[in-house]
């Protein structure tokens, strides 16, 4: 039976709308039981876990409301979580695409991208960027980590030359002496 959302009438008699009654109890428990602790257990109330259907478009959003929804995302071709701000604001897709060589969206807007690379000398690092990678408008922080591993003491070291948004330069060096050297590290570049 359907929820009855007219029921009970000031002139309902119970006895004949008891039915009705006890079902729309039933559809209400039916309800609440989906993602949520149920009536009387310990974890009543509380979310089991957040589903969100795929929103064809970004759902409105009033003054001082944040919305949290989901709908397919341009870039990963899947549906991704996604933050719209106050009064209609901008968007935010929190996007990943996790991996050795990656890419993820925070909340905030925040662009980070992270891979495992090598340099000898001065070598430029080209950030990837595809019609389902976003592109960097502004670098604020790239984190370079030495990554040659295995051996106790590699004798190499990576220094941050400079960066553009589709880009950065780094040195592959000896660490106590002159020259190029290849070298294996890690970096995780921080924007927007």
């Avoid at 609440?32 to 149920?38: A, F, I, K, L, R």
């Avoid at 984190?143 to 040659?148: A, K, P, V």
């Avoid at 030359?161 to 190029?180: N, Q």
Wanted: hydrophobic share 40%.
């Amino acid at each position: 039976m359907a929820y009855l959302n007219s029921i009970p009438q000031p002139t309902d008699d119970p006895s004949v709308t008891q039915a009705q009654l006890l079902a729309n109890f039933q559809a209400i428990k039916q309800l609440v039981d989906v993602n949520h602790g149920t009536f009387s257990d310990a974890n009543e109330g509380k979310h089991k876990h957040v589903s969100f259907p795929e929103q064809a478009a970004s759902p409105a959003t009033a003054v001082n409301e944040l919305g949290l929804f989901s709908r397919q995302s341009a870039l990963t071709g899947v549906a991704e979580l996604c933050l719209r701000k106050e009064n209609n604001g901008a968007v935010y897709e929190m996007s990943c695409l996790a991996s050795a060589t990656g890419w993820t969206r925070l909340p905030s807007g925040i662009l980070l991208k992270w891979g495992t690379t090598t340099a000898n000398g001065l070598t430029t690092i080209t950030l990837p960027v595809a019609a389902t990678i976003p592109v960097y408008t502004t670098i604020f922080s790239i984190q370079l980590t030495n990554g040659d591993t295995g051996v106790a003491d590699s004798n190499t070291a990576i220094r941050f030359i400079d960066a553009v948004p589709a880009s950065f330069r780094v040195y592959g060096s000896p660490r106590i002496t002159s020259g190029a050297k290849n070298v294996g590290f890690n970096y995780l570049v921080i924007g927007i």
